[in-house]
């Protein structure tokens, strides 16, 4: 089956501009998650969604934000980009549990990178 | 809230077994996972061990948990050159939810 899928992959943006990126998850999985890795602060939680409800949120102040479609595909969107924005914003889809256990499996996309200008 | 370290770099030579270190915090995780990251792709899930047990061997792979230390590794037998790679190790936070907590990464060198 098709894995989960991210775009744009690659853009470039100015500060103070807005941007927003696409995740469509894998067939079945109703649970999108959202992620930001950086250099210097790794990976870390955006938030997640779950049957078009935002479920848990890290620690991102609100320019960050995001939300989830009927078909569970997902978006997120930043406002008022700052430097600090330019990462590797990565989405991953799971099922409430894998096939042969109770593990939540996270499924990850390749990832748009964000750079701003 | 937790947190998960992990060594940030490691080299060996081909065909040597490579061992990557993790410790975490949260000891209500029930599951452990290890995932790898290519240069320029996501991350790939490697294996997971389900925290009542110590050991758990998957081909080239074998995972460690010691619960009590809270440590947890990750060996990969016979390491070859397409085995370098990052690699993250990730506990789930013990809510209703898919927010995982994942470690700083291990770069692993592969020499020839």
């Known amino acids: 089956k098709a894995g989960v899928t991210q775009t744009p992959r690659y853009l470039i943006k100015t500060r103070g501009q807005q941007v927003t990126l696409s995740c469509s998850p894998i067939?079945?999985?109703?649970?999108v998650s959202w992620y930001q890795q950086t250099p210097g602060q790794g990976l870390q939680f955006l938030f997640e969604?779950?049957?078009?409800?935002?479920?848990n949120k890290g620690n991102f102040p609100g320019r960050f934000s995001g939300r989830q479609f009927s078909n569970s595909r997902s978006e997120m969107n930043v406002s008022t980009l700052e430097l600090g924005d330019s990462a590797l914003y990565l989405c991953a889809s799971s099922s409430p549990g894998h096939e042969t256990s109770g593990a939540n499996v996270l499924t990850f996309g390749a990832g748009s990178r964000l750079t701003v200008l | 809230g937790e947190d998960v370290e992990q060594s940030l770099f490691l080299s060996v030579r081909e065909g040597d077994s490579s061992v990557i270190n993790c410790t975490y915090t949260?000891?209500?995780?029930?599951?452990l996972y290890w995932y790898k990251q290519e240069p320029g792709a996501g991350l790939q899930l490697l294996t997971y061990i389900f925290s009542n047990m110590d050991m758990k061997q998957d081909q080239r792979l074998t995972v460690l948990l010691n619960k009590k230390d809270k440590h947890l590794s990750l060996r990969i037998a016979d390491t070859q050159t397409g085995d370098s790679a990052i690699y993250f190790c990730a506990e789930k936070e013990n809510n209703y939810g898919q927010n995982f907590v994942f470690g700083p990464g291990t770069r692993l060198s592969v020499l020839p």
């Open positions: 969604y779950f049957s078009e409800t935002q479920r």
């Open positions: 949260d000891s209500s995780s029930t599951y």
């Open positions: 067939s079945g999985h109703r649970s």
